[in-house]
């Protein structure tokens, strides 16, 4: 099965920037399309970020967009998320979604990491 292992978390100043960076291993072999969620204290899960296996689509929440840049790299069934002029309400868990289909990420289904905390304070 597939188990995605999410890094780059951490403490940043309102105006910085933070790169994550979600990487699969297990022993089943698979084209996913990945993509990033988020959610904090109290809040509903919110999509961020998503990015398709076979094309250059890319997805993005209104909230984000001009500030998140996701990449990927195939070969590794990598994705990244570079975060730009964070705010403190970008502070959540931010987790790493991958599933075979674009469709499904973006709905929230598949395989899920286990999250990385990224804290936007002064």
């Known amino acids: 099965q597939v188990q995605l292992e999410e890094s780059g978390g951490g403490l940043v100043q309102p105006g910085g920037s933070l790169r994550l960076s979600c990487a699969t291993t297990g022993r089943t072999s698979s084209t996913l399309s990945m993509g990033w969620f988020r959610q904090a204290p109290g809040q509903e899960r919110e999509f961020v970020a998503a990015?398709?296996?076979?094309?250059?689509?890319?997805y993005y929440a209104d909230s984000v967009k001009g500030r998140f840049t996701i990449s990927r790299d195939n070969a590794k069934n990598a994705v990244y998320l570079q975060m730009n002029s964070l705010k403190p309400e970008d502070t959540a868990v931010y987790y790493c979604?991958?599933?075979?289909?674009?469709?499904?990420?973006?709905?929230?289904?598949?395989?899920w990491g286990q999250g990385t905390q990224v804290t936007v304070s002064s």
């Open positions: 979604v991958a599933d075979h289909q674009t469709r499904t990420v973006l709905a929230g289904h598949g395989y």
């Open positions: 990015s398709g296996w076979s094309d250059s689509s890319t």
